[in-house]
């Protein structure tokens, strides 16, 4: 099952309020927010970090608004570092199952831990899932992004 159709599913099944919106692929969040018809701010950013701890690396999942910049420090106190930098794309892709630009909000391999979640601020987020042949959004509850 694809990540777009496990959390298709996993939105139904916890009764979320979302929509789907399906549009031309956009990688930056003032443009997909135009696509979407939302703020900057609403859009959740979805960032893998890796996180060198006592030589070996751990990845998280960082997720903060569209207007955010990561707090890399920050991320790497969760898992017990001093310093972090981007994971590289293919790393990224390999962890969630989406490429750099579409992750979304939520962790489904255990190998990333998702954290911090900094949306605490805005009402909806609206991830968007990028595949080979399928552009979509969908745009719910910021409460189940959290739970999940």
Do not use: W
């Not at 990540?3 to 990688?27: K, Q, S």
């Not at 997909?32 to 703020?39: K, M, N, P, Q, S």
């Amino acid at each position: 099952m694809s990540v777009f159709d496990r959390l298709v599913f996993l939105f139904t099944n916890e009764n979320a309020r979302f929509r789907v919106i399906e549009h031309t692929p956009e990688g930056r969040s003032d443009l997909v927010a135009g696509v979407r018809g939302t703020t900057i701010a609403q859009g959740a950013k979805a960032i893998v970090c890796a996180i060198p701890v006592e030589g070996h690396e751990r990845y998280v999942l960082a997720v903060l608004p569209g207007d955010r910049r990561v707090d890399m420090k920050a991320v790497a106190r969760i898992v017990g570092g001093r310093k972090g930098r981007f994971a590289q794309a293919s790393l990224a892709e390999e962890l969630t199952g989406c490429v750099v630009g579409a992750i979304p909000p939520v962790a489904f391999n255990s190998s990333l831990k998702l954290g911090p979640v900094d949306i605490h601020r805005t009402h909806i987020i609206a991830p968007t899932k990028k595949s080979m042949d399928r552009y979509d959004s969908a745009v719910f509850s910021y409460r189940v992004a959290i739970l999940r």
